[in-house]
């Protein structure tokens, strides 16, 4: 567990670092190895420790989560629990993150 922006624990399993890391590792140029995983969840700990905005709404099939920003990057928390990290380097991902409440 690591506090999030809020204040609130933010739960980063390894088996869902697993999951993301084939999705994000060329975008942070990671190895896809244990030290890969290991720096991707660095850099989700980063983020979510660091957010200087926190925005709410839902995320494609998954309903209703919280959008960690911090600096060019975001992480997608769903009841404490974390979802993805990646940069907000799509336009339309930006336009509609940017768009949501900051709780």
Do not use: E
Request: hydrophobic share 30%; aromatic share 8%; charged share 15%.
């Amino acid at each position: 567990m690591l506090p999030g922006g809020t204040g609130k624990s933010v739960q980063i399993s390894d088996s869902q670092v697993g999951k993301k890391l084939p999705d994000h590792a060329s975008d942070y140029g990671l190895p896809m190895s244990k030290d890969g995983a290991n720096a991707y969840k660095t850099i989700t700990q980063n983020v979510l420790t660091n957010a200087s905005t926190v925005r709410t709404g839902t995320w494609k099939t998954l309903g209703q989560c919280d959008f960690y920003i911090y600096g060019n990057d975001v992480a997608i928390v769903q009841n404490g629990q974390w979802v993805s990290t990646f940069p907000m380097s799509n336009t339309g991902t930006i336009d509609y993150i940017n768009s949501l409440p900051i709780k």
